[in-house]
């Protein structure tokens, strides 16, 4: 089944030969892990220049790209025009061998190797650790085992309650299939381009219906089109996940919930929702349609005295999927984006102040 990944990957740079390649921010890389690798992005040196340092983790079935589509509207972009240095763990395509990757690894051994790396660099020992839809689930994963290396937990429409409706269309598909080892059973690491297609057959009215709808919306809005375009060539761009790391996701986390329950088994530790102890920033998503705003709720009440500050994305044109428009759409890059980084950069000046 991988030739449909391959496929895919073809089509994608076919539309890369019509001017729809991302443009991303120059970077270096700065660590190479088993499947990942640590990009770095400097921040122009100024007097605006901030001793904090932001780790994104993205989700681990797509190209991390998305988070620096084009210039106006790549969140990497507004972190360093702000002063802040971004470092972004970049997943690389597993091989056959590093099918026994899971949550240890993806969420817990590799990013604290990039934290190492940039305590090294920048001296911020406690970055903040920003993830998007399962990105944020894995960042919230790592900030509960590792709460004192983590500055701040910024987590955008991801989902960290699974069970009933907090697991929104993607959970109640995942509970009613088969048991995740009989789908790796069949191709491991599994295709990117099959759990695109499990994601398209549990919320059509989502990959499928607002694929066309936005399309339409952005029609007549010359910026929204050359967005919509850029997410277009995106959603060809799969890359596999480890067997391990798919079996986890869907067993320990949408069917069994136990991030939630505080019993999630992550190599021979077990943590929870209710481990969090670094302030969080959550961007709700109720537009977006996968995530209920209960599932992120719900998992940050659990935790005691926890400092939660909330945002709410309420939609635009040219995200192709409302899910993503909080990374990808002007109306987040106007305003929810400079809110969160003004929370950021809050945070700095009170522990300097301190």
Request: net charge negative; with cysteine.
């Amino acid at each position: 089944m991988h030739w449909m990944d391959e496929a895919r990957s073809r089509y994608g740079r076919l539309l890369d030969r019509a001017g729809l390649a991302p443009r991303e921010a120059s970077y270096r890389v700065v660590a190479e892990l088993s499947a990942a690798r640590l990009r770095a992005y400097q921040a122009v040196e100024s007097s605006r220049s901030h001793a904090t340092a932001l780790l994104i983790i993205p989700a681990p079935f797509k190209r991390a790209y998305i988070w620096d589509l084009m210039p106006e509207v790549s969140v990497v972009r507004r972190w360093l025009e702000r002063g802040v240095n971004v470092y972004l763990l970049e997943w690389t395509t597993p091989m056959p061998e590093d099918d026994a990757f899971g949550l240890a690894e993806y969420a817990d051994e590799w990013p604290f190797s990039a934290l190492r790396v940039i305590e090294n660099e920048t001296g911020c020992a406690a970055p903040l650790v920003a993830g998007h839809s399962l990105g944020g689930t894995l960042a919230a994963i790592f900030a509960s085992l590792h709460p004192k290396s983590v500055g701040g937990l910024i987590l955008v429409d991801a989902p960290l309650a699974f069970g009933g409706e907090l697991g929104g269309p993607l959970g109640r598909a995942l509970r009613a299939i088969a048991h995740a080892s009989a789908i790796r059973a069949l191709a491991s690491p599994v295709p990117g381009s099959v759990i695109n297609a499990l994601c398209a057959a549990a919320a059509p009215e989502v990959f499928i219906g607002e694929r066309l709808s936005d399309f339409t919306a952005s029609l007549l809005d010359a910026r929204a089109m050359a967005i919509h375009g850029r997410v277009e060539r995106w959603t060809y761009d799969e890359l596999p996940m480890p067997g391990a790391l798919f079996e986890d996701v869907l067993e320990q986390l949408y069917r069994r919930d136990l991030f939630f329950k505080g019993t999630l088994q992550v190599g021979a530790r077990q943590t929870g929702a209710a481990l969090l102890r670094a302030p969080v920033l959550a961007v709700l998503n109720p537009v977006g349609r996968i995530v209920p705003p209960g599932s992120m709720l719900t998992a940050l009440d659990t935790a005691p005295n926890l400092a939660v500050e909330l945002l709410e994305y309420t939609g635009d044109r040219g995200a192709m999927f409302q899910h993503l428009g909080p990374l990808v759409t002007p109306l987040a890059h106007e305003t929810l984006w400079p809110r969160i980084l003004d929370w950021a950069l809050s945070r700095e000046a009170a522990l300097a102040g301190d």
